[in-house]
């Protein structure tokens, strides 16, 4: 039987009150829902003070980072970009990053977050990380959702989560057998 593959998916968001809650628990549900894979959360509040231990916390981040075959950042726009909090998140480590695929959620006001997928996808490239083109977004997502947190196009958007998945699940389970065989930092330029 082939081995399970763990999914980091990351808050873009470190901000009180923040929207990505809903959206990270929507996915959440989804990927539950789907077999064959263990989920693990990487959230940036974690550097943010919200332990006692800043050290541990990085250290415990890279951890998750590190055990992860595959990514689904959940990032939302600010100002035509992607939160800092995020980058700092991104930078806290390098290689565990490496030849790893990531897929996006993205959200915001009329752009859906695009704008802040296309500039991440520049700094995950730099990160020997493979983008997937196929992404979720949600545009003016304040009315995308009900009050329990489901999404209004349901379907639509379970449609959009499932293609997103199965390219990263396709780039994973690759990627995972091509680190395995071959350390990927063994290459020389
Ligand atoms: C500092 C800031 C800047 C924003 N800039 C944009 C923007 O450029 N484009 C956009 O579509 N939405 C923008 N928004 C709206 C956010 O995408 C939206 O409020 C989202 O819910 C924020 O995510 P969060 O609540 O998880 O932090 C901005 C929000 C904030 C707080």
Not at 36 to 51: E, S
Not at 52 to 73: G, H, N, P, Q, R
Request: net charge neutral; with cysteine; charged share 20%.
């Amino acid at each position: 039987m082939r081995e399970k593959l763990t999914i980091a998916v990351v808050y873009g968001s470190a901000r009180q009150g923040r929207f990505c809650d809903t959206v990270v628990n929507w996915a959440l549900t989804e990927l539950w829902a789907e077999s064959g894979f263990r989920v693990v959360l990487v959230d940036p509040l974690q550097l943010k003070g919200a332990v006692e231990d800043a050290a541990v916390s990085e250290a415990s981040l890279e951890a998750k980072i590190a055990e992860a075959d595959a990514f689904i950042v959940v990032t939302p726009e600010y100002n035509h970009g992607y939160p800092a909090a995020l980058k700092e998140l991104i930078d806290s480590c390098y290689e565990p990053w490496h030849a790893k695929p990531v897929g996006f959620i993205s959200y915001g006001g009329v752009s859906g977050g695009l704008r802040a997928v296309e500039q991440l996808r520049q700094v995950f490239a730099e990160l020997h990380a493979v983008t997937v083109r196929d992404s979720v977004s949600f545009s003016n997502v304040w009315a995308q959702f009900d009050a329990a947190g489901n999404p209004f196009k349901a379907a639509e958007a379970k449609a959009g989560l499932i293609v997103m998945l199965r390219r990263l699940k396709w780039w994973a389970r690759a990627l995972k057998v091509a680190r395995a065989e071959n350390a990927y930092g063994g290459v020389t330029a």
